[in-house]
C-alpha cells in the first residue's frame, strides 16, 4: 500500500489545532504536488524535503506523489511542514514501518543537508500533543527547554537519518527534563536606586501592591523611564496559567523564554499592529508581550489616539483581537500600565529652576491629548520634581527599600487582596469598591467632604478609595481609614498649582 498519514499540528493564535499529513503514492509519471498550495510554495517544499532525503542516504520514492493536508479549510503556511511530509514519503515507501510514526507527532522544518531546525510556535504545538497524549519528534536544539515546559515525551534529533534511527528503536531515547528557565536571566534595576524620591517609592510599592496604573508627570530627567524599570521587578512571580501565556506568545514571536514579569517600552512612534498585534501573520503585539508585566510608554502625549483609544479595551478585559485577513485570534494582553508625560510641551512648568515658556492654552491643549477614558483607568498619578543634589550622597537606611523585600511584602498583600475580593485592588468597583473598603461613618463624611471641596467626579473619587484600600492593606488594616484617604489624595491628577493638603 502506498499511503501514509503522519501527525503534525498548524498554528492558530497561541492554539496549534490537528493537521493530519496524508501521502500517496500513485503511478504515473513521476511527480510531486500538494493539494491547496500554489505551485511555487508546492516546489519549494519538494526542493527541500528531496534534498533532505537524499543528502540522508535515504531514496526519494519516484511515484506520482500527492501531499493532502487536512482538514484543508486549516491556515497552514511556511515550511513548518517539511519533516511529517518527508517522514510520511518514508513510511509511504516502506523505508519507514508505520508504527514508528504511529501515536506520534513531528514539527520541524529541514534543511537542504538533512538537519532539521527548530520554528516559532514549537511550543504551543508540542504542548497540544501533549495535551493529546502522544509522543512528539523535533529538532534537538531547544528540545531540553521545551520538554523541560510542556512536560512532553520527546525524541529529538540534529537531523532526518537519526531521527529515523530513534523511531526504529523499540524504546527511544527521550529527552531529559532538567533545564529550566534561568529566573536570574532578566534583572531590573533597583528599587533603592530612587532612594532620593520617597513619594515615588512609595507610588510604586502602591502600584504594585494594587495592581494600580501608573502616570508620572516630570521634566525630562528626572527618572520616569528609571523608575518605570523598577516596577516589574517589584511584581512576584507569575501564576502558573500567565507564565504558560507570556511563554506561548514568546515562542510565537521568536522571543527567548522568560517567565519574569516582563517589561515593554515601545516607542510613541511604533505601528498601531506592532503595538496592538495584527502584523501580516496576525502575530500578538507589545502590548501582549507584556501580560503579567508593564507596558511603559514615555512621552504619552506623543503616541497617536487611534493607539491610545485602542488600549481601552484591553485595559478593561484583559485580552486583545487581532484581526487579519484571514486570520482572527485573540491574545492574553493584561498588564500594568506606566505612563510618563512631560508636565508641558517645553517640559518646565513649575519647574523651580528653568523657566517655561508654554501659554496656559497650550498647556491645556497639551493635557487634553491624552484621552479621558484612558486616564479614567489610571488610579496613581504622580509629579515629580528633581531630587535634590544632597540625595547623591544619601546613604540607603538598611535593605527595607530593596526591590527584593517590597517584592516579598508585595506577594503577601496581593494573597490577601484575593482571598477577600477575588481581584487586585485595582479591579474593585461600585459596591464590591465600598463593601471592600469597609470605612466608619465619620470617614465617609470626610470622604464626602473633600470630594465636594476638590470637586472631584464620581470616577476620580473611585479611583481615591482604590488607593486607599491599597494603603489600608499596606499598613495590614482592615478598614480604610481618613489618614489612608488622605495620602489617596496625593497621588491625583491634579491641575498645577493645587495642592491636596489644603483640605
Ligand atoms: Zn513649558
Known amino acids: 500500500m502506498h499511503l501514509a498519514f503522519v501527525q503534525t499540528r498548524c498554528q492558530a493564535g497561541l492554539l496549534a489545532p490537528e493537521v493530519i499529513v496524508e501521502i500517496h503514492l500513485g503511478s504515473g509519471l513521476p511527480g510531486f504536488q500538494v493539494v491547496g498550495f500554489s505551485e511555487s510554495a508546492t516546489r519549494q517544499i519538494r526542493g527541500r524535503v528531496r534534498s533532505a532525503i537524499l543528502s540522508s542516504h535515504l531514496k526519494w520514492p519516484d511515484f506520482n506523489i500527492t501531499v493532502n493536508l487536512a482538514p484543508t479549510e486549516q491556515p497552514k503556511e511556511g515550511p513548518r511542514y517539511d519533516l511529517p511530509i518527508a517522514l510520511g514519503l518514508l513510511v509511504a515507501s516502506q523505508q519507514l514501518p508505520p508504527s514508528s510514526v504511529a501515536g506520534r507527532e513531528f514539527f520541524g522544518e529541514l534543511g537542504l543537508d538533512g538537519g532539521i531546525h527548530p520554528f516559532r510556535g514549537s511550543l504551543c504545538a508540542v504542548l497540544a500533543a501533549t495535551e493529546a497524549g502522544r509522543e512528539c519528534g523535533i529538532a534537538r536544539h531547544g528540545a531540553p527547554e521545551i ?15 537519526s531521527l529515523c534511527a530513534q523511531l526504529k528503536d523499540a524504546c527511544p531515547k527521550y529527552v531529559r527534563q532538567e533545564t529550566a528557565l534561568d529566573h536570574d536571566a532578566v534583572v531590573y534595576p533597583d528599587l533603592s536606586q530612587l532612594k532620593g524620591q520617597p513619594l515615588l517609592c512609595k507610588a510604586l510599592e502602591v502600584a504594585a501592591t494594587g495592581g494600580h496604573h501608573l502616570l508620572m508627570t516630570g521634566p525630562p530627567g528626572v527618572g520616569k523611564t528609571l523608575a518605570a524599570s523598577v516596577l516589574p521587578g517589584l511584581l512576584p512571580p507569575l501564576p502558573e ?21 516582563p517589561f515593554r517600552a515601545p516607542h510613541h512612534s511604533s505601528s498601531v499592529a506592532s503595538l496592538m498585534g495584527g502584523t501580516a501573520r496576525a502575530l500578538p503585539g507589545e502590548i501582549s508581550m507584556a501580560h503579567g508585566g508593564v507596558l511603559f510608554l514615555d512621552e504619552l502625549t506623543e503616541f497617536p489616539h487611534a493607539v491610545l483609544n485602542q488600549l481601552r479595551q484591553p485595559l478593561e478585559t484583559g485580552h486583545i483581537r487581532v484581526n487579519r485577513a484571514q486570520h482572527q485570534h485573540q491574545y492574553p494582553a493584561q498588564f500594568q500600565l506606566v505612563a510618563a508625560m512631560n508636565p508641558c510641551p517645553c517640559g518646565f512648568a513649575g ?10 492654552d497650550r498647556i491645556r491643549r497639551y493635557c487634553q491629548g491624552i484621552s479621558g477614558p484612558l486616564t479614567d483607568r489610571i488610579d496613581l498619578h504622580i509629579t515629580l520634581q528633581r531630587p535634590s543634589p544632597e540625595f547623591l550622597l544619601m546613604k540607603s537606611n538598611g535593605e527595607d527599600h530593596s ?33 471592600a473598603c469597609l470605612m466608619e461613618t465619620d470617614t465617609e463624611g470626610w470622604l464626602i467632604d473633600a470630594v465636594a471641596k476638590l470637586k472631584l467626579s464620581a470616577r476620580s473619587a473611585h479611583r481615591r478609595l482604590r488607593v486607599a484600600r491599597t494603603l489600608a492593606d499596606m499598613s495590614e488594616e482592615r478598614r480604610v481609614a481618613i489618614s489612608h484617604l488622605k495620602t489617596a489624595l496625593i497621588f491625583r491628577e491634579a491641575p498645577p498649582g493645587d495642592d491636596a493638603s489644603a483640605i
Not at 241 to 261: F, H, I, R, Y
Open 241 to 261: 496559567k500567565k507564565a504558560q501565556e507570556l511563554l506561548l506568545m514568546q515562542d510565537v514571536v521568536g522571543l527567548a523564554a522568560s517567565d519574569t514579569p
Open 147 to 161: 520538554a523541560a515546559l510542556t512536560g512532553g515525551r520527546l525524541i529529538a534529533a540534529p537531523d532526518l537519518l
Open 403 to 435: 526591590s527584593g523585600h517590597v517584592r516579598a511584602r508585595v506577594a503577601q498583600i496581593q494573597r490577601r487582596q484575593r482571598d477577600r475580593q477575588g481581584c487586585l485592588n485595582r479591579d474593585l468597583s461600585g459596591d464590591d469598591l465600598l463593601k
Open 351 to 360: 519647574d523651580p529652576d528653568r523657566r517655561c515658556r508654554c501659554t496656559p
